[in-house]
């Protein structure tokens, strides 16, 4: 049996709000830990716009008559977790680097999760939520642009703390770079 425009839609939507909620929780962690404080406000700053935008896409899915699956946000939350695998080994002067490099990917998945909302709504003729899924795309990106700034003067912080044995990180060991 074939599925309705809307009820593809609703799909989408309840995958994309499964995931934010999943990020949320991941940025709420990743601002507690790491010892960059620039970098620790942005995870918070990002968990709150996170909030704000499943809370739309929640708003969404109801006036289409659909409600959040708890199915689809427990298997988000628990493959959520994954990422953080690629840590291990790590050292833990370098989590803030590593917890960056993870929120740059999960921006750019979303920016294709919102790409393939949007256009599935345009192609439904419902363009509520393509225009939604085109401004949280927007803020998604801006985001993406943010981490990947921040990236560099973390990943040299850590370097020089590793090398140093220190804080003090270069400055201590008279090197440059």
Same mark, same amino acid.
């Given at each position: 049996?074939?599925? $309705?425009? $809307?009820?593809?839609?609703? !799909?989408?939507?309840?995958?994309?709000?499964? &995931?934010?909620?999943?990020?949320?929780? =991941?940025?709420?962690?990743? &601002? /507690?830990?790491?010892?960059?404080?620039? &970098?620790?406000?942005?995870?918070? =700053?990002? /968990?709150? #716009? $996170?909030?704000?935008?499943?809370? !739309?896409?929640?708003? !969404? @899915?109801?006036?289409?008559?659909?409600?959040?699956?708890?199915?689809?946000?427990?298997?988000?939350?628990?493959?959520? @977790?994954? +990422?953080?695998?690629? =840590?291990?080994?790590?050292?833990? %002067?370098?989590?803030?680097?590593?917890?960056?490099?993870?929120?740059?990917?999960?921006?750019?998945? %979303?920016?294709?999760?919102?790409?393939?909302?949007? $256009?599935?709504?345009?192609?439904?003729?419902?363009? =509520?939520?393509?225009?939604?899924? !085109?401004?949280?795309?927007?803020? #998604?990106?801006?985001? /993406?642009?943010?981490?990947? /700034? @921040?990236? +560099?003067?973390?990943?040299? *912080?850590?370097?020089?703390?590793?090398?140093?044995?220190?804080?003090?990180?270069? &400055? *201590?060991?008279?090197?440059?770079?």
């Amino acid at each position: 049996m074939a599925e $309705t425009s $809307t009820d593809v839609i609703k !799909r989408y939507l309840e995958d994309a709000i499964a &995931a934010e909620k999943s990020f949320e929780t =991941q940025l709420q962690g990743f &601002a /507690a830990e790491g010892d960059d404080p620039v &970098a620790k406000a942005a995870f918070h =700053q990002h /968990a709150l #716009e $996170t909030k704000q935008q499943y809370e !739309r896409l929640t708003a !969404r @899915l109801q006036s289409l008559g659909g409600s959040t699956s708890g199915v689809k946000s427990f298997l988000a939350h628990v493959f959520g @977790l994954s +990422p953080k695998a690629a =840590q291990l080994g790590h050292e833990k %002067e370098e989590r803030t680097t590593q917890n960056l490099m993870i929120a740059y990917a999960v921006e750019n998945s %979303e920016l294709a999760m919102y790409e393939a909302l949007a $256009t599935v709504a345009e192609a439904a003729g419902d363009s =509520q939520t393509a225009a939604l899924a !085109r401004d949280i795309q927007a803020e #998604e990106k801006a985001t /993406a642009e943010k981490v990947w /700034a @921040l990236i +560099p003067g973390t990943a040299v *912080a850590s370097f020089e703390r590793l090398i140093s044995g220190s804080a003090t990180g270069a &400055a *201590a060991t008279g090197r440059t770079y």
